[in-house]
């Protein structure tokens, strides 16, 4: 049975710590933020994982091919580098919502993330055995956004955008898929077990709803960074014009 | 007349940068994405500005106080430091949405998002006279939200608050104003010309549509930092009990 | 009476933060180090002055123009970003070597570099009346060193480079400046009250010593980021061959 | 026979670089060099490899159990974060300046430095068969460091510091080893095939010499990583008091 793997991955006690001795600036928070992000993604990258900024005090990690053991040398080296501590929790299921549950009850059963003893905990299990690895990944993006981006005030496209996230994210999680924004007009859906016949379904109905057109490349491997690289590619194909049709598949040897 | 001004900042030709020569790997795409934002959240809040990520290959900044010089010195570090360039576009008016709005007309008269030969170009006016710089900020957060983060799956949060997000951004709008998503349960809005008595009743109607209550400081002063500080301070009062209110106000002297 | 404002920057109970629980790997040291270093470049400059990265755990920087307010700023923001504080100490005199002296001494006032509890302490005074600021710099280079790297062992290069620097260290030094090492074949020397003939000198003695060639710009100004920018451009001026000399002065007007 | 595998790491044409079109900021050059430092060490170690910043321009790395195509991809990830490109040379042998001889031969037969159209370029070759691969670490620091650092001028430590570098450079290369100044009061030594007698004798002389008494933890494995970090475990046990010892070796089992 074919499971994806997903790690949340949670700020311990950073809602107080933003307030501590008083509020910190906000373009701190925001700096600590991103470099946080990006030195996470860093490092589940080269291991094969991909995370997805989400909340920003709690991220989510496709984690496939990454042990306990890695879990635990990166919440080392973050300690390292920053002045803040994660905790994080590790669950795997056929669908990728189910896996995330699973992965948010072991964080959880660590401690509230309020809970100032609560550092750097891990709890959870990752795939056994390692063959089951499996993730499917969607990139999407907007028809001719270049023409919003150039005649649209940028913010009314930002509207724009949220809306499309927050249908896409309804939309998906009906299958059991869970969808991050990933800036421009880039939308990344973690899929698996959603095939290319839902997707149209959804693409079309978008269109109804929100007068969007969207295409979309599907990558299926057994880690993170060759699915999105995958999904990717596909997505290029027909970006390239080397397609009629708006959904591209391709999968892993 | 008291004018807010904004900087809209674009990455220059993103679109075919990240495919080129073949799709970049996600991973990298969003490591370069977060560390451009932290460079420039960094120059402008060192400033007095305060930039939001926005669509990440787009952003908004309040630059209120900085000079057309102190944007081309910031462009000049960008190149520097980043494989991209960016552009910028800077506009004024007394309500957010407006001078957004100037801001894009002043960065899309000087080329395509896809130009290959729009390259750190800038371009629009900044407040004149400097005496009439002034910003107006909402930091709003969610009642309780620890419980929701400790108690549900992490991903079911992250639908609600991009629903909150939508709700809040649509009901801003009419009033001129704009709110960006900050991490966690955080939001901010640029809310220069919105009262009181509109706030009050724009999270009464949350509550009634969403189920969730929030609260809000609302900061006001001539530059961006000052106003998202005493918005977050106003904000962190609330949040300490010190009052009955979920809505307190502080204005720079 | 013009005076030089030197800042040494010290990492709070760095030696043992590094073996605590036990010796952390090295590469994560080494990151640390670079960051903390880049970020604060990064504030000392957007303030006029300019940091040497000197022993790493121990940095120090030119600050003229710098108030005590603005160090203690930097020392917050260092606490909102990295798992270690520094303490500073600032001091002003008419020789870079004595300013940096009373710095030292500044610092040493606040405790023991090995103290757990000495954190972001800062002492020392800054240059009063600010008319008084003023700041040297020498920017140095080894002529034809493209030569050596594209045929010579790149460590033997290094090795050089490193008897070059002891060699200008200790010359300075009897005149109370400073020298660091810049990266490549660059070096820079803090050098208030070094004149023309004694940099003429030392160059000279250079080559019968080691038979390098270097020539040299140098900088005058109230601010560190403008002395060594025209300093860089004398330099740049002799490297185009526009000068037979192989020493330029520019003096801030 | 047993080999170490050193890789050359130089930026390229960056002297033209840092003045085009006039004299970059010194402070934007360090920043640049931090960071690509910074990057270039998490990538390396995180495949088991060390890199010493060495030129800052010409970067040094231990890269044993690196492949070519590992090399070619950090190099691409470069690109796409850095407004520079890196070319490397890659070399092996049984003494570490003979490997890194070997390294430089390869780079430099890649074109020169300052050649605008050599870019990402690698050449070399890795250790074969890879049961071949060994890394000899000296860490090496100075006792009773922190008496100087809270009684005597900064400057003044780092004067010493950079003479004993001298020093170790010189006395090290007698016998192939290669020395790096790694920040504070520490060195590391690539020292493969230089036994212990040779240490105690260089350590001997360096207190004839300079009159300061230096400690040793001398690491050996396949890697550098795991060599650096016995050689850090064997330094602190020397530090805790356990052994009478100046010098202690850990090798992997």
């Not at 860093?42 to 306990?68: C, H, P, W, Y």
């Not at 299921?93 to 189910?98: H, Q, V």
């Not at 992965?103 to 550092?119: E, F, H, I, M, V």
Request: net charge neutral; with cysteine.
């Amino acid at each position: 049975m074919r499971k994806i793997q997903i790690t949340v991955i949670q700020v311990d006690c950073y809602g107080p710590w933003t307030v501590t001795p008083s509020p910190k600036p906000e373009s701190e928070l925001q700096i600590l933020q991103s470099r946080l992000y990006a030195d996470l993604q860093e490092k589940f990258s080269s291991l094969g994982g991909l995370v997805f900024q989400a909340r920003q005090d709690n991220m989510l990690a496709i984690s496939n091919g990454l042990t306990m053991e890695d879990h635990r040398r990166i919440q080392m080296e973050i300690v390292e580098r920053f002045p803040v501590t994660v905790s994080m929790g590790v669950g795997c299921a056929e669908k990728p919502y189910d896996a995330q549950v699973a992965a948010t009850l072991a964080l959880q059963s660590t401690g509230s993330s309020r809970n100032p003893d609560r550092k750097s905990k891990l709890a959870g299990t990752t795939v056994v055995p390692p063959d089951e690895d499996w993730v499917e990944i969607v990139h999407m993006d907007v028809n001719h956004s270049t023409l919003l981006t150039d005649t649209k005030p940028i913010y009314e496209t930002q509207l724009l955008i949220n809306e499309i996230l927050t249908f896409l994210m309804k939309r998906m999680l009906r299958h059991g898929g869970m969808v991050f924004y990933m800036g421009g007009d880039n939308f990344m859906a973690v899929s698996n077990g959603i095939d290319e016949k839902v997707l149209i379904e959804i693409l079309k109905d978008l269109k109804l709803e929100l007068g969007v057109e969207m295409k979309a490349g599907l990558g299926k491997a057994r880690r993170a960074a060759n699915a999105a690289k995958l999904a990717s590619q596909a997505l290029h194909e027909i970006r390239s014009g080397k397609s009629r049709t708006n959904i591209i598949v391709k999968c892993e040897d």
